[in-house]
């Protein structure tokens, strides 16, 4: 069983930064994806940022140009950098791993952390 542990999340004022951790129990060489997500009380979940394999990135509209996800090895990490908070990206956050099992892929899930930002 793959587990997924998020961590970072926490109570930061509008215009702060907070960087998230996701971290899996397999090796970075076997996940094919990683999405961060998150969902705010009576929201549907929604993508925020995502970092394939080969070091695509995509990212929500609204979080253009103030998140960054990157993929550090050596760490078998993957982060989601945040900055110039608003209290809009309030929500849980989620971490989504893709990983290869050769015979197919699935998606894993953490249990989410916490961002709730202030005025």
């Known amino acids: 069983q793959v587990q997924v542990e998020e961590s970072g999340g926490g109570l930061v004022q509008a215009g702060g930064s907070l960087r998230l951790s996701c971290q899996a129990s397999?090796?970075?060489?076997?996940?094919?994806?990683t999405g961060w997500y998150r969902q705010s009380p009576g929201k549907e979940r929604e993508m925020v940022a995502s970092?394939?394999?080969?070091?695509?990135?995509s990212y929500a509209d609204p979080v253009k140009g103030r998140f960054a996800i990157m993929r550090d090895n050596a760490e078998n990490s993957v982060f989601l950098e945040m900055n110039s908070l608003k209290l809009e990206d309030s929500a849980v956050y989620y971490c989504n791993t893709r990983v290869d099992h050769n015979v197919g892929y699935y998606d894993y899930w953490g249990q989410g952390t916490q961002v709730t930002v202030s005025s």
């Open positions: 397999v090796p970075l060489s076997s996940i094919l994806y």
């Open positions: 970092i394939s394999a080969s070091g695509r990135r």
